[in-house]
């Protein structure tokens, strides 16, 4: 049976984890798809590296566009990462007839619409299922397994970096700048690690996730964001004392066809099943309307992880290519896109309040969240032995967040609170 | 556009879900499949019954003959569950080259190769992801998602029933006996519960899950299963005390392509994902030698999450039906199947005895564990006021299912060993 013919863009981490896959599994492969599948050519920075896997000499090149304009590849498989280059590589590829598979979540984030659009005009697939999650197959999932609902809620701890640091720092006490310094030594996170941190790239794995679940064109634009760089050990531990885990997650909701997303560091209930994913993992709970709640969890990066993704995408466009249907069944975005104002936006939210250690503060300020119609769940006002301020906590019920930034900004106007020390969003 | 139309076969709890789900998400349907998909004949028990959903009565007949045999029907639907009378409707449906999705763990166990084989022979397509899990997407998760993997261990929580009363046993310390009675009173558990609480159900759903899992044709009688029938309060306590819960887990485990499958109340690690579980939720927890650790968690019964996956297959039906690419996507299990022998599984054990109370009982019982090259993690001995003997408790390491076997059987021989009051297996 002739081969069917690979053409890999980048043979870093998660090209060397597919040639692996490729390699170890081909018996296991070529039964499913009826083929071989062959590494036909490979773009590589240098070509003169030593590598951990074996790989013919001859098939690699220093030139993407030599792979691209290879008449004999059929699929392209990109795990070189980018946006600038990688787009014009894509589209040519797709010009050219040629199936994409891709582990880029940002390309897809960015770009995501203009290469569907061309894929469905080329009659070609475009898979991507590893740049959510990693190894977790949670696209197929949302485009096939909830075909059947609406999608209501998407929660996602879909950063490893952020989830390590948070975990470390709730289990162990650790401060915020340790627990970087230990990540980027052990290489879970990057030098510059602004990306992860602030919550962007978890950030352009929500915009994906949400135009799947809502079937609305959701853009990296309407994700607000906010990282962890400001959370404290303090935070964690206020957070404890009332049942809450910190965690960085991205929240996508959907009503009435209005929708709202954002990626916020978030008190999450300690019975949540999201509280308990620890480390690295990722993991992506989702509410829908018929099926209730939902969560799926496993490794959110990693070589092997992700390069299982990659190939079952591949595995998907070659039974395509075998019954003649590549981009038949490209999933497009169908509904209006209706993105809920702040007025709309409701959840609950913790404060803590650094303020004069005086009479009539909290009268004050809890005046300020009734004139805004803030009602409170919980206040809890202490003495710090190492704060001449008083530290108060207060947990608030749903609150719209256009209210909220009227009572902060009132917040800011006000001699007797010396700081809005933290506030986070609350959930479960 | 020409509806597509669909023969319902059972209009019971998950029946009335479908029909709610594709009345009332028709227009999100048919804007992915690309046609209304119509209800246009079902058959039922009582055709005058009062019901909780609008449907025509000239749709209702109580002869399934009828759907079966209508020209028009393009799909099958069945949920009316058995194994006898509706084998024939299936097999004749197929016959007919109408494509099936089934909610039926009980055929596709006892029947699935059969079933597939005409559907194959027919070009059509059977699907039946509501089988295992109710709306958790798992079997599309092993087919495809991990298409490109070796699964290693799937490890599923697949009866609500059953983790209901071990979940109430646990938190509320309350006995079988009770909690029983508490879940046939709620409708979690039937009035015989002989199929969930033996462990029979979910032996059904392993014996699915193993085929896809292992792509090799596992049988309903290739699973070991024991029930939960015998756990005490005692049993859990003991358990927690050593940092574990008590699951009715199914365990499938798969090296060298050999593989053992089994069904049996199991002391799961505290911290491991599937320990958490609780309540009437499913979980399964897959682990493959690319992807590692995943787990995929929901609502394993009802009416709206079993209705999910039945209409999210009904989907997938529909969309091949329009790519003219039924049935040829159908996977069957392609490795040769190799049951591993008693010697070949190896676990961990979880043994409560009671023993006279007298001095070198110990030495003697763990003389027999030595001669068989079982070895013990841990081993406690206590008194029970409650009762005249001691009570020995031993976690062993890794032994293999014969020769725990053979320590059981000298065990019986034992005068000193008044009974072996609790055997389980010990995971995570």
Redesign the interface.
């Known amino acids: 049976m002739k081969p069917v013919k690979v053409g890999l863009l980048g043979l870093g981490t998660v090209g060397t ?1 597919v040639v692996r ?1 490729l390699q170890g ?1 081909q018996e ?2 070529s ?2 798809v009826g083929s071989p599948i062959e590494i036909s050519r490979v773009a590589v920075k240098n070509s003169e590296k030593t590598r951990s896997i074996d790989i013919a000499r001859e098939v690699l090149t220093t030139d993407p566009w030599e792979v691209i304009r290879d008449p004999e590849v059929d699929v392209i498989v990109e795990v070189m990462g980018g946006v600038g280059i990688t787009k014009d590589y894509i589209l040519e590829a797709l010009e050219r007839g040629k199936h994409i598979v891709t582990a880029n979540k940002d390309l897809m984030a960015l770009h995501g619409t203009e290469i569907l659009a061309k894929a469905q005009e080329k009659q070609c697939d475009v898979f991507y ?1 590893a740049s959510v999650a990693g ?3 949670i696209i ?2 949302l485009i ?7 999608i209501v809620k998407i929660m996602g701890i879909v950063n490893g970096t952020t989830n390590y640091i948070l975990t470390k720092m709730s289990q162990e006490g650790a401060s915020y700048d340790d627990v970087l310094q230990e990540a980027q030594a052990l290489g879970y996170a990057e030098a510059d690690p602004t990306s992860d941190v602030e919550g962007l790239d978890a950030a352009r794995k929500m915009a994906i996730l949400g135009t799947l679940g809502f ?1 609305t064109n959701v853009e990296l634009t309407d994700v607000s964001v906010s990282g962890i760089s400001g959370v404290t050990r303090q935070d964690i531990q206020f957070a404890k004392r009332l049942g809450y885990e910190i965690k960085l997650l991205g929240i996508a909701e959907c009503h009435n066809e209005e929708f709202s997303i954002s990626v916020q560091p978030t008190l999450i209930r300690a019975s949540h ?1 999201l509280a ?1 994913v620890s480390g690295v ?1 990722n993991a992506v709970y989702v509410f ?1 309307e ?10 959110g990066a ?1 070589e ?2 992700t ?6 995408d ?3 466009v070659i ?1 395509n290519l075998k ?1 003649g ?1 590549n981009g ?2 490209q ?1 497009v975005p ?1 509904k209006q896109k209706k993105l809920k104002s702040d007025e709309q936006v409701f959840y609950k939210n913790f404060l803590l309040l650094h303020v004069d250690d005086k009479a009539g503060v909290l009268a004050r300020i809890t005046q300020v969240f009734a004139e805004y119609e803030v009602s409170l769940d919980s206040v809890l006002q202490q003495a710090n032995p190492a704060n001449p301020d008083a530290e108060i906590i207060i947990v608030t019920h749903n609150a719209s967040k256009a209210s909220m930034d009227k009572v902060l900004r009132r917040f800011e106007e006000m001699d007797v609170i010396r700081r809005v020390k933290s506030h986070y969003r609350v959930e479960g």
């Open positions: 984890g896959i599994f296991d492969l039964s499913q299922e190894g977790i197959p197929r999932t096939e397994g909830f075909s059947s609902d609406r079937r099943p308990s993992f829908g018929a099926v209730g709640e939902t969560m799926f969890y496993g490794a990693g092997m992880p390069a299982t993704s990659v190939v079952a591949l595995v998907a039974k019954l249907v038949l069944k999933i169908y």
